[in-house]
């Protein structure tokens, strides 16, 4: 596997970061929802390449010490070869650098492999955002989790 980690803090990836986010979510961001973002200060995006293919993402919000995924993507071609793993490695150590020394996420009651993947990554359930996500017809809770970085 030959991957390369690249970061972004302006605007010039919100296009890569909504296609790459199409790929992975039925409720699509658009790349004025990533641009937006971007503009902001402290918001960081990180690019996975897998054999020179962009194949996961995720969106960074730091405020000082603290820090938020924001939105987390493997596309389904490139699933069940860790990149998800080695992506929060990466992204977590480089936020560390910023200075950031706790992590904070929300994820859906009902995605069991995300749930498994900050697990590994040793984030801890620390609250519950109920009736939070809209999936369907239905309403599920959020799981907030958090992890220390040291």
Known sequence: MIYSNVYFDTPAA???LSQLHS????????????SDLLVLSGTTAQVIDLNETPSAFCLYQRAREDA???TLGVIPAARGQALGQLMLSHGIGHLKTAGVTRVFLEVSETNASARKLYKNSEFLEVGIRKNYYKEGDNRTHAI???KKVT
């Open 14 to 16: 919100a296009k890569l």
């Open 23 to 34: 790929l992975c979510f039925s409720k699509a961001w658009s790349e004025k929802d990533f």
């Open 68 to 70: 938020e995924i924001l």
């Open 144 to 146: 907030v989790m958090e």
